[in-house]
């Protein structure tokens, strides 16, 4: 048997031997030729320019310099110990300091010799200096390098042993020499020729090191696409699995009461979005396959409406809805709003949380079984607790984050007839890259637009002195009619201190506005004092609602105007998004206040100033997909876009749109990779199957 070269043992490349195999093996896990080739290089430099001592300038990131070493000396004593080596060209002289590994260096470095050295200068008083950087001896054999340069992880242990970057990229050249002729393609020929992607062979070569910029996109836009693809052909050939063996749902066509609804008591035109969004969900409930649909719509752009009109779908055909909520105060919320719609055609609806009383209760279990009661909304009460209907025919679920995949099927047990449809609405937006990866088993609908006349919300950073200045402002408020929220984080370790600087505030209000009624809402009260006091805000009776977070998401006060939010530093992107959502939702000019202390980190500073500058829900999901990466959303790990390896989920959405609908297309033409022109893309499937790498490994 023909041994697979790239599974070739790493200690049998020129240049590696026994000590640096043993520690590719355990620094960075390469263990074989082809591990090695998959150790990309994470950046490029451009090497193209040699500056001149004297143009060095403090903002510079990278200097790459050509000059003699002429003196080297020991500084400091003990743990502070350095070595300084001066570095002279004909326009002046620079320091080279090294902090850690100084006798590998000392023993290196020749006096008298000339270097090409590459680094990031600093400027200490008048004089420049590069700490560790990258040098290499200039001789009478070495070749002028340039052009762009791979920058390889390595770690301190191995620079001792030559395998810095540098030392990396040399095996990496040795090793291409052999292996660039017995990579194989991993693609179908006619994609390459639609897409004018480069052979793998040279997007491998390329990407290690590129001719230019131009190659190096060229290289990996092809190995980009490549590892899409093959993600998205799995994504998806997962779901249309799923839809052929689907559940049968039930066929609810007839409209009748959603067109009186429509055509009498609509209180408003709906946006676009909004129509198209229904159409696509009718589409849905009368196909007769059960739905499983993601609705994302940014904070206020009318998701309610949309369930509402979908219950109404469900009810026109003897069937009943229901709609749960994360907390009890959002359930609340979402009863009023949906009763406003459903007296006025005479749908029963009712509410079911912790907190209903046992004869309500049992007033709703009959109503519900015996099929008088057509729409429950609720908290998981819903599904922890004994509720059986008559016939349940959609559920609408509020907010997918707080709800597991479990509790969604625990509520697919609750019918008699077909498994109910599912609507799950979220208004935190995930970035669309991301749905399409991630919700695999989701059809995705989008309200990406905002109902008429909304003005955008204008928001401010102010930092705590200013804070007068703000209690103004919303008193100017108060007195033109609107209300105010003031919001406090959930910060500290203990709730204790949290709850103390709640009060704290809560107590600064009210000195600072004595005649003015006002609410307060947190986690430790009641759930009825919680939802009395909510009612009295949405009344107008209070015009200043101080609370923690319990208000984050859902609640829908239209005269609220003014949202300030303290220690605004401390909330997460999506969290402030969907606060400061909590106002603009009528027709009145809103605003949206953020005070933090004066000094703030990098990524505080970051999120206050994409709050001010944007109102768009989904370009502050991206940002935030920016700052924390895609691990901290849900679902990210079992899609596979943690493992990505050229990728970046949050920047490369044209690419992973291409290799969607490349893999869509052909999924739906040869499902089962039949057609000789696609043997390729099996035999990478089962090697990738096997081995569960992401990539080109194949290769023999
Ligand atoms: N097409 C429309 N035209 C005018 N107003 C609308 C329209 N659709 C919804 N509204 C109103 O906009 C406000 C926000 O709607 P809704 O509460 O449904 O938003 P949402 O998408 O659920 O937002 P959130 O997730 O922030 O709660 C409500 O007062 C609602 O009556």
Redesign the pocket.
């Known amino acids: 048997m023909v041994k697979n070269f790239f599974d070739t043992k790493i200690e049998f490349l020129k240049g590696v031997g026994p000590q640096k195999a043993s520690l590719l093996n355990t620094e960075l896990g390469i263990f074989t030729f082809g591990d090695l080739l998959e150790h990309f290089p994470f950046r490029h430099e451009d090497r193209t320019k040699f500056y001149r001592v004297s143009e060095i300038q403090e903002h510079f990131p990278y200097v790459q310099l050509k000059g003699r070493i002429v003196k080297k000396q020991y500084i400091g004593e003990g743990r502070g110990k350095r070595l300084s080596a001066q570095f002279q060209d004909d326009t002046g002289v620079l320091e080279l300091v090294w902090f850690k590994g100084h006798s590998w260096i000392d023993k290196s470095l020749q006096i008298g010799a000339t270097y090409v050295i590459f680094g990031k200068p600093q400027r200490f008083g008048f004089k420049f200096s590069i700490s560790h950087p990258e040098m290499e001896l200039v001789t009478a054999e070495s070749k002028p390098q340039g052009g762009l340069f791979p920058v390889y992880h390595t770690s301190e242990k191995m620079k001792p042993k030559g395998l810095d970057s540098r030392g990396v990229a040399k095996l990496q050249r040795t090793l291409l020499k052999d292996a660039f002729a017995k990579i194989e393609e991993t693609l179908p020929e006619y994609l390459l020729k639609q897409h004018n992607f480069i052979s793998k062979a040279y997007a491998v070569g390329y990407a290690h090191f590129p001719k230019d910029p131009q190659t190096l996109e060229q290289a990996l836009n092809r190995l980009k696409f490549e590892e899409l693809f093959y993600m998205q052909l799995k994504v998806l050939a997962q779901k249309k699995q799923q839809h052929t063996k689907q559940f049968a749902g039930q066929v609810f066509a007839k409209i009748p009461t959603l067109n009186t609804f429509y055509k009498e008591h609509l209180?408003?035109?709906?946006?676009n979005a909004?129509k198209r969004v229904v159409r696509e969900i009718y589409g849905d409930m009368k196909s007769g396959i059960q739905m499983n649909r993601l609705l994302q719509?940014?904070?206020?752009?009318?998701?309610?409406?949309?369930a509402f009109i979908c219950m109404l779908m469900c009810l026109d055909n003897d069937a009943q809805a229901c709609m749960m909520a994360p907390t009890e105060i959002l359930a609340t919320q979402h009863y009023h709003?949906l009763k406003e719609h459903a007296d006025k055609i005479g749908v029963s609806i009712a509410l079911l949380t912790g907190s209903s009383k046992t004869k309500e209760r049992r007033i709703i279990d009959e109503e519900l079984r015996n099929g008088k009661l057509k729409i429950i909304v609720g908290t998981h009460a819903l599904i922890e607790e004994k509720v059986d209907f008559q016939n349940l025919g959609l559920c609408v679920i509020d907010e997918q984050h707080r709800f597991g995949v479990a509790q969604r099927a625990a509520l697919w047990k609750k019918t008699s007839k077909a498994y109910p449809h599912i609507l799950v609405?979220t208004?935190t937006p995930i970035p669309r890259t991301l749905a399409m990866t991630v919700y695999g088993d989701l059809d995705v609908s989008v309200?990406d637009e905002l109902?008429?006349?909304r003005k955008p919300i204008v928001t401010q950073h102010r930092t705590d002195a200013n804070r007068l200045r703000v209690f103004g402002f919303i008193k100017e408020q108060i007195a033109e009619g609107r209300q105010a929220y003031v919001v406090y984080p959930l910060i500290e370790e203990s709730e204790k201190l949290d709850y103390k600087n709640l009060m704290d505030g809560y107590e600064s209000i009210c000195r600072a506005f004595p005649k003015i009624p006002i609410s307060i809402v947190h986690g430790r009260m009641k759930a009825e004092d919680k939802e009395w006091e909510m009612q009295r805000f949405v009344k107008g009776e209070t015009k200043i609602m101080v609370a923690t977070t319990v208000i984050e998401?859902?609640?829908?006060v239209?005269n609220s105007t003014v949202m300030v939010i303290e220690n605004a530093e401390k909330f997460g992107l999506a969290q402030l998004h969907?606060l400061r959502?909590?106002v603009g939702?009528?027709g009145s000019q809103s605003y949206c206040i953020l005070i933090s202390g004066d000094k703030l980190s990098k990524d505080g500073k970051f999120r206050l100033e994409t709050m001010v500058r944007t109102n768009n829900g989904f370009e502050i999901a991206d940002a935030d997909l920016k700052l924390r990466g895609p691990g901290d959303i849900e679902g990210t790990q079992q899609s596979g876009v943690l493992s990505l390896k050229f990728t970046d989920i949050s920047k490369d959405s044209q690419v992973l749109q291409l290799a969607r609908e490349t893999a869509d297309k052909l999924l739906d033409e040869d499902p089962k990779m039949e057609k000789s022109e696609h043997s390729i893309i099996r035999t990478q499937q089962a090697f990738m199957a096997q081995k569960k790498t992401t990539n080109w490994s194949r290769i023999s």
Do not use: C, H, Y
Request: charged share 15%; hydrophobic share 35%.
């Open positions: 209180p408003f035109d709906l946006t909004q719509g940014d904070v206020g752009s009318g998701k309610t409406i949309v709003g609405m208004a309200i109902p008429a006349g998401v859902g609640v829908n239209p969907q959502g909590r939702r009528g």
